[in-house]
């Protein structure tokens, strides 16, 4: 499966903003989608995950109360709603489909998108 993911930009602190990722080739719905960050000079962490069917989601810690992932499988989208934007929340932002939202928490990964720039000016 490709995944092209979009919607990054320069927000400022307490701002939205929404990322969505658009996937291509074998079936969406057969994957568990998520969405990791890494911001400069550290390592790739995890954000948000949803299961195939979008009824079970999980999120990390940091996006908690925050960022709401969501997904529409007759589109083949996968979205991250992001609110009260920090300057931390600064980073690459990909998506990545795996095999259940826990999984992809501990970083395993069948498919990764490309990634999109998000900046949060204090």
């Known amino acids: 499966v490709q995944l092209q993911a979009f919607g990054g930009g320069l927000v400022q602190a307490g701002g939205s903003l929404r990322l969505s990722c658009r996937a291509s080739?074998?079936?969406?719905?057969?994957?568990?989608m998520g969405w990791f960050r890494q911001a400069p000079g550290k390592e790739r962490e995890f954000v948000a995950s949803?299961?195939?069917?979008?009824?079970?989601?999980f999120y990390a810690d940091a996006g908690k109360g925050r960022f709401t992932i969501s997904r529409d499988n007759a589109k083949n989208m996968v979205d991250l709603q992001m609110n009260s934007l920090k300057p931390e929340d600064t980073a690459i932002y990909y998506c990545?489909?795996?095999?259940?939202?826990?999984?992809?928490?501990?970083?395993?990964?069948?498919?990764w998108g490309q990634g999109t720039q998000v900046t949060v000016s204090s």
């Open positions: 080739g074998r079936t969406f719905s057969s994957y568990s």
């Open positions: 949803i299961s195939r069917s979008g009824v079970s989601t």
């Open positions: 990545a489909a795996g095999g259940n939202i826990y999984t992809l928490r501990s970083g395993t990964v069948d498919y």
